[in-house]
C-alpha cells in the first residue's frame, strides 16, 4: 500500500513509500502515528518544496505515517 510519510519536526519533509506489513511501517522509524490519508490536493500549496509531480502520488496514497520525532499537535 502506498503512503505519505512526513515528519513531526517538520512540516514540509514528505516522502512516498509502498508499505506491506507493520513491520516496514516500523522500519521507516521506530515510532510513528498511522492513520487515514487526509491530506488533500488543497493543502500542499502551503508545503515548501510539494512538487506538482507527486500530486498523482498524494492522491493514491492511502496511509499516512508520521514520525514521531518531536511533539505532535
Keep these: ?3 505519505i510519510i512526513t ?3 517538520s512540516s514540509y519533509w514528505y516522502k ?3 508499505v506491506k506489513t507493520l513491520n516496514d511501517v516500523l522500519d ?3 515510532h510513528c502515528i498511522v492513520e487515514e490519508n487526509d491530506i488533500t490536493v488543497n ?8 512538487r506538482k509531480e507527486d500530486i498523482p502520488l498524494l492522491k493514491k496514497a492511502k496511509c499516512h ?3 514521531y520525532d ?3 499537535e
Design 70 to 72: 518531536d511533539w505532535v
Design 16 to 18: 512516498f513509500k509502498n
Design 7 to 9: 515528519k513531526a519536526s
Design 43 to 50: 493543502d500542499v500549496p502551503y508545503w515548501d518544496g510539494f
Design 65 to 67: 505515517i508520521t514520525i
Design 1 to 3: 500500500m502506498l503512503t
Design 28 to 30: 521507516i522509524y521506530p
